[in-house]
């Protein structure tokens, strides 16, 4: 181009504003940070840096580089300042821990609970209550960002867990362990007769220990007692193992109570209705409508779920199959979410439950892929060492080793069992295999 056309060229560059003089890459930049100072500026209220950022987008002059990062630069600031207060709860709240207090005061540190002096109603930050009975003895042994675990030593506990996505509650009571699912329910246990009982008001909860028949999972109305001391007396006012999901009762004329059966701990009243029905599996399985979302899915077409569904209705659907006993789906479901999101917690947890489902004891496989007891306790020890490897910090670790224990024992590999049963009393002395773990270290 000779000197007259480029001259020219300047002049015309010139009369533009030297935003439109930057290229397409540039103005892009700029408009989109101009445009969140806009809805900053519009929320914080006045912001100094905004003139500033106006006159350079209107600044005329020599078009390049240096004028799109004074621009860029300018308007960030006056972005950060504005959306500081927000993005630093944003990120604090992704990364908090949940907090209670007993009785609205701060707790012990040690995490003890005692109704000796009154009835401890723990109220923790997502909205969870859990209300011990008088004389009734525990202690939260663990607490992080979607659940902690309690651990009731002996009386009974009212408990109601609020609906959270990824929630993971844990309540031992002797050598059971009870995972819930946003649900409501009293649970009781006696030391002296070594018995758990639990009442359910609403949702869904799983319950493993030194059972026969492995996990038995409880719906809302259902009631469950046993005892250490005479496993036959162990029940349930509706079969373990439907064959076929039993039909929904009809509406109530009221809604149903919550208040908890007549000598059991108490919570305050509160409104614990939904504003809107939740569409959402992760809602659906804490009302206890499994069956509903093990249908929802197929209808959907479980090739596609489990190719495009989330991480989160991953869980939901692999839980929801657990309890309707599609262990063929539930499996489906874990190594779909093993596959898609494989460093992910539910991955780790994912490992864990594929494990339950191959062990001898666990929940067992289906007919139309029933494994050997010797072929179910490799792959079950299998998906143990990697749940430990993946989650050294999980919320199934205890159980992961207790149960790799127990795996070892039942397929006489005594003293491989022996030395998991000694790490499991060093690392977990109060767990809920901690009784299993010292018979296998005294035995000679």
């Known amino acids: 181009m000779d000197w007259m056309g480029r001259k020219g060229e300047m002049d015309r560059n010139e009369s533009q504003p030297g935003r439109d003089r930057l290229d397409p890459g540039a103005r892009g930049l700029v408009g989109l940070i101009a445009a969140e100072a806009t ?47 927000r993005l630093r709860a944003i990120g604090s709240a992704a990364n908090e821990v949940l907090t209670y207090t007993v009785n609205g005061r701060t707790p012990s540190p040690t995490g003890a609970l005692s109704g000796a002096d009154g009835a401890p109603i723990l109220s923790f930050s997502d909205g969870t209550r859990v209300a011990l009975g008088p004389r009734a003895r525990g202690r939260v042994v663990e607490i992080g960002r979607h659940g902690a675990r309690v651990a009731l030593d002996e009386g009974r506990a009212r408990v109601e867990v609020a609906h959270r996505p990824g929630a993971q509650w844990l309540f031992e009571a002797g050598p059971f362990l009870i995972k819930v699912h946003g649900t409501a329910f009293t649970f009781g246990w006696n030391a002296v007769d070594a018995r758990l009982h639990l009442m359910m008001d609403s949702g869904i909860v799983s319950v493993t220990g030194p059972l026969s028949g492995g996990e038995i999972f409880l719906r809302a109305g259902q009631t469950f007692s046993v005892s250490l001391n005479d496993r036959a007396t162990a029940k349930s006012d509706a079969p373990a193992s439907p064959a076929v999901p039993a039909p929904a009762p009809a509406p109530p004329a009221a809604p149903p109570s919550l208040a908890p059966p007549a000598g059991s701990p108490s919570l305050p009243p509160r409104s614990i209705g939904r504003a ?12 206890g409508r499994a069956a509903a979302v093990v249908a929802d899915a197929e209808r959907r077409g479980l090739s596609r779920v489990l190719d495009s569904n989330s991480s989160e209705d991953l869980a939901a659907l692999a839980d929801a199959s657990r309890f309707e006993r599609n262990d063929r789906l539930a499996r489906r479901a874990l190594l779909a979410q093993r596959r898609r999101f494989p460093r992910s917690a539910r991955a780790g947890e994912a490992s864990f439950l594929l494990g339950r489902l191959d062990d001898p004891a666990g929940a067992g496989a289906d007919s139309a892929s029933q494994l050997t007891s010797e072929a179910g306790a490799r792959r079950a020890l299998e ?62």
């Open 39 to 85: 809805r900053a500026a519009a929320e914080a209220g006045p912001i100094p840096f905004a003139p500033l950022a106006a006159r350079l987008t209107r600044r005329r002059g020599r078009p390049g580089v240096v004028l799109a990062l004074a621009g860029c630069c300018a308007i960030a600031a006056a972005v950060g300042l504005a959306g500081w207060p």
């Open 276 to 287: 809107t029905p939740s569409v959402s599996w992760a809602a659906e399985l804490a009302e």
């Open 383 to 444: 998906w143990y060492d990697r749940y430990l490897q993946e989650s050294p910090q999980g919320a199934f670790v205890s159980e992961a080793l207790g149960r790799k224990m127990m795996v070892l024992e039942q397929t006489h590999r005594q003293a491989e069992a022996t030395a998991i049963a000694a790490d499991y009393l060093r690392r977990f002395p109060a767990g809920t295999y901690a009784h299993a773990a010292r018979a296998l270290v005294r035995a000679p």
